[in-house]
């Protein structure tokens, strides 16, 4: 013990204070990981990472991440995910548009287990009651979503007259008039017959993109080896002008220049055991 005293005394002239206290405070946190005792406590850590995926279809219970998971002393589970998740949607207003019309694409994140690797797949709640299913959303995370629409009000094309048009159109009554291009069916008038198409449109595409995180807690694990998985169901609402089922090959948008999809990409799931104090605080 005089010894060890000694020792500390001489790192305090030649590192300071500071120093000395930085390498004791390694020196207890080396104590805590290598005492059997406490060592029996220390939480468990498992990670899984997983690469890129990509819908452009509703998808109802898509699998994320599957993973086995192990319970040495029973307890609670921290599930804890992070991954990316873009949004893309494409739409186009025409003419003269009352309502507003769109797309929309949707994730609802949402974490499940099978106890002992066999049976039915349980989802966790977020909240309530872990001995009744989940109804409806009550389990899952709204990951991500994008709601893109639009309401028109464009009016038809409207040239200015020429010298010729004030002799042959009634509608010109001096060079420079403004003049409405096309009639009410939407073709075009006599005297304008190079314009052919009257309907004035407007396309626009939308994309967002972001890494987001979703989490569950599993209390009152069993000892044993499970299963768990992230699921996710993916909704995904082209605009009626814009359905991919009317491409040759809906599952290729690109060919269609139909960019509504949704992506979930690179993800990284960190399964934890975790150790809840109870009221006593022990």
């Keep these: 013990m005089t010894k060890t005293i000694t020792k500390n005394r001489r790192a305090v002239g030649t590192l300071g204070v500071a120093a000395v206290i930085a390498v004791l405070a390694v020196s207890m946190i080396a104590m805590n ?21 990509m819908t452009i279809t509703a998808a109802t219970g898509y699998v994320i991440e599957p993973f086995p998971f192990k319970t040495n002393s029973g307890g609670s589970i921290l599930f804890d995910l992070t991954a990316e998740c873009a949004t893309m949607t494409h739409i186009k207003g025409k003419g003269k548009m009352a309502e507003f019309d769109g797309a929309d694409v949707q994730a609802k994140v949402y974490f499940q287990w099978q106890p002992n690797q066999s049976g039915e797949w349980l989802t966790i709640p977020i909240g309530g009651d872990y001995d009744e299913a989940p109804a409806g959303d009550a389990g899952k995370w709204n990951f991500c979503e994008q709601v893109f629409a639009i309401k028109t009000n464009l009016n038809d094309l409207i040239e200015r007259c020429t010298a010729q048009q004030v002799e042959d159109l009634p509608e010109c009554s001096a060079v420079g008039d403004p003049i409405f291009v096309c009639d009410e069916e939407g073709n075009p008038k006599p005297g304008f017959e190079d314009f052919t198409e009257c309907e004035q449109t407007i396309e626009l595409f939308l994309k967002s993109a972001g890494t987001r995180p979703a989490t569950a807690l599993l209390m009152d694990v069993p000892t044993g080896v499970h299963n768990g998985r992230v699921m996710a169901d993916i909704t995904v609402n082209p605009q009626g002008d814009l359905d991919p089922s009317e491409c040759s090959d809906p599952e290729d948008i690109t060919t269609c220049n139909i960019k509504t999809a949704l992506m979930i990409g690179k993800r990284l799931l960190i399964v934890e055991d975790v150790h809840l104090a109870n009221d006593a605080g022990l």
Excluded: C
């Design 33 to 53: 990981f290598t005492s059997p005792v406490l060592a029996e406590h220390q939480p468990a850590k498992k990670g899984y990472v997983g690469g890129s995926e």
